[in-house]
Nanobody, 116 residues
Framework: VRLVESGGGFVQAGGSLRLSCAAS???????????WGWYRQVPGKQRELVAS???????NYADSVKGRFTISRDNAWKRVYLQMNDLKPEDTAVYYC????????WGQGTQVTVAS
């Protein structure tokens, strides 16, 4: 089982990025019923949860990203997405996805860098 995040990059403040997380392996029965989240981490700080989506699609966001980020999921393809708009320099971090209740081994993450 692997989690692979992609879609990060370098953007100017106010820009947008769409992150994708692909869960590979025989985990359909694991993936579909669980709550999935996007986390981010900067050096020297703990990983923080920024958005989560349940099944059915109950949504939760950290206050710092409300109104700017949108999380979605595709159970058929075992993917989780994070649309990030109006990015700010403080959004700079490595972004990861994982199941909230029973985390799988963490992927490599995807770097998001926002320049002011």
């Amino acid at each position: 089982v692997r989690l692979v995040e992609s879609g990060g990059g370098f953007v100017q403040a106010g820009g947008s990025l769409r992150l994708s997380c692909a869960a590979s392996g025989s985990i359909t029965s694991f993936f579909n019923p669980r709550v999935w989240g996007w986390y981010r981490q900067v050096p020297g700080k703990q990983r923080e949860l920024v958005a989560s989506i349940g099944s059915p699609r109950s949504l939760n966001y950290a206050d710092s990203v409300k109104g700017r980020f949108t999380i979605s999921r595709d159970n058929a393809w075992k993917r989780v997405y994070l649309q990030m708009n109006d990015l700010k320099p403080e959004d700079t971090a490595v972004y990861y996805c994982n199941s909230l209740q029973e985390p799988l081994p963490w992927g490599q993450g995807t770097q998001v860098t926002v320049a002011s």
